[in-house]
C-alpha cells in the first residue's frame, strides 16, 4: 500500500510537525509535505492556534506544482470552519490527486469527515502511514479528544533508592542541572502544570518556564482543598494560575482573584479537590497535556486514582536512605493485582542523571 519513498515523504512531515511542539495547542501539531515528480514542491507546519494549518502553508509555497502531486500530512486535513478554512477544501481546489495521513482526526467535528470530503473529490486517499508516531506527536490531543481529559504525565526527580525528599522536606537539588534543565522542555510543551499547595508552601514553586525561550507559559495549577494559598506566593505576580478548591470561601476567592489568579471549586463530598472533575475540566479549557511536579500525596492520589498516563522520573545516583521520603502515598498493597504496572518507553542519561519514561498500563 505504502512505497519505502512514501515513508521518506512522512516522516519529513512528521519533523515538520514537531517544529510546533511548544506552540500549538489546544491545536495538534501538524505537519505537510506537498510532492510532485518525486520532489517537494511545498512544505509547512502548523505553528499557532488561529494561524495558517500545514496544509494551506504547504500548498502557499508548492503554488501551481501543487497540481497533480501527492501532499503527506500528519493528521486528517480539517473538513469544518473554525478559525480558518477548511484544509480539504484548499486541497481539492489545488488539483491535488493523492492524499496520504497518517492518522484520522479524532475531533467530532472531522472524524473521517475530511477524508470522506477528499474522497467524494475523487482524490486518492490512504491513511495509517506511521500511525503510531503520529499519535504520539499529539498524544494529549488524542486523549482530550476521545476521553475527555488531558494527558497527565507526572515529573519525579528521586534518588536511585526511589526518594524524593529528606524526612526534613529538603529536596534541593537532588537531580543536576542538565535533569533540570531538560524538565523545562516538557514544561513548554505541556498547556498546564499541575501541583498541590503543600509544594507551593514548602518551597514557594513559580512552576513556569525558565532558562529556555518560550512563546508562551504553562497555566499553573494548584489543588487546594482548603483555598491556603498565600497571596504573597511568587506564582501569583506572574499571572495565568488556576486554584481548584474544595470549599467556598467568598472572602478569599475574591483576594485571590484580584491577583489575577482563577478559582474554580470542585468538591469531591471528602473535604479534598475532585480529581477527575479537575481534569475534565482542563481538558474543557484545551489542556492536551499536563505536567504534574508534586509530592507523594498527591502523586500517590493520582495514581491510586487511575489518572496518571506517564511518569518522568529523573535518577539521581545517591541514595537517601530509608527515612527519606518517597515516589508516591500508595498506601499498603495486600496483593499483587494492586499493583500499578508500568511499560517502558525511554531511558537516557541526562547529565549524570537518569532519565526513565514509563506509560502507565490502565486494565
Known amino acids: 500500500m505504502f512505497s519505502a519513498q512514501d515513508s521518506v515523504y512522512m516522516a519529513q512531515a512528521l519533523r515538520l510537525a514537531e517544529r510546533g511542539l511548544y506552540t500549538t495547542s489546544p491545536n495538534p501539531r501538524v505537519g505537510c509535505v506537498l510532492v510532485a515528480d518525486e520532489k517537494i514542491v511545498g512544505s509547512g507546519w502548523h505553528e499557532r492556534a488561529g494561524e495558517p494549518h500545514a496544509e494551506v502553508l504547504a500548498l502557499r509555497e508548492s503554488g501551481m506544482a501543487a497540481g497533480g502531486a501527492t501532499a503527506f500530512v500528519t493528521l486528517e486535513p480539517c473538513s469544518h470552519h473554525g478559525r480558518t478554512p477548511p484544509c480539504a ?26 477524508i470522506a470530503k477528499l474522497c467524494a473529490a475523487g482524490i486518492q486517499v490512504e491513511c495509517g502511514l506511521m500511525e503510531a508516531a503520529a499519535r504520539e506527536l499529539n498524544i494529549g490531543f ?45 514544561r513548554a510543551r505541556s498547556c498546564a502544570v499541575l501541583t498541590g499547595i503543600d509544594t507551593v508552601l514548602a518551597d514557594d514553586a513559580r512552576l513556569n518556564v525558565r532558562e529556555i525561550e518560550t512563546a508562551r507559559q504553562p497555566l499553573r495549577v494548584v489543588l487546594d482543598s482548603q483555598l491556603r494559598m498565600p497571596l504573597t506566593a511568587r506564582m ?13 470561601d467568598p472572602e478569599k476567592i475574591a483576594a485571590l482573584e484580584k491577583t489575577g489568579a482563577s478559582v474554580s471549586v470542585l468538591p469531591d463530598g471528602n473535604g479534598k479537590v475532585d480529581l477527575p472533575a479537575v481534569l475534565r475540566d482542563l481538558a474543557q479549557r484545551g489542556c492536551n497535556e499536563v505536567l504534574v511536579e508534586s509530592g507523594s500525596t498527591l502523586n500517590g492520589a493520582l495514581l491510586r486514582a487511575g489518572l496518571v498516563d506517564e511518569l518522568l522520573l529523573y535518577l539521581a545516583p545517591q541514595f537517601l536512605g530509608d527515612a527519606a521520603r518517597g515516589m508516591a502515598q500508595l498506601g499498603e498493597l495486600t496483593k499483587l493485582d494492586q499493583r500499578i504496572v508500568l511499560k517502558w518507553q525511554d531511558v537516557r542519561q541526562i547529565g549524570n542523571d537518569l532519565r526513565i519514561m514509563v506509560k502507565v498500563e490502565h486494565v
Open 89 to 114: 477544501d484548499a486541497l481539492i481546489a489545488a488539483g491535488v490527486v493523492r492524499v496520504v495521513v497518517a492518522v484520522q482526526d479524532p475531533n467530532p467535528q472531522v472524524a473521517g469527515q475530511g
Open 142 to 186: 488524542f486523549a482530550r479528544m476521545e476521553r475527555g481529559t488531558p494527558w497527565l504525565r507526572s515529573k519525579i526527580a528521586a534518588s536511585l533508592d526511589g526518594r524524593t525528599a529528606l524526612a526534613n522536606g529538603v529536596s534541593q537539588w537532588i537531580t543536576g542541572d542538565a535533569a533540570r534543565l531538560d524538565v523545562q522542555y516538557w
Open 236 to 248: 501569583l505576580s506572574e499571572k495565568n494560575v488556576l486554584i481548584y478548591a474544595a470549599v467556598r
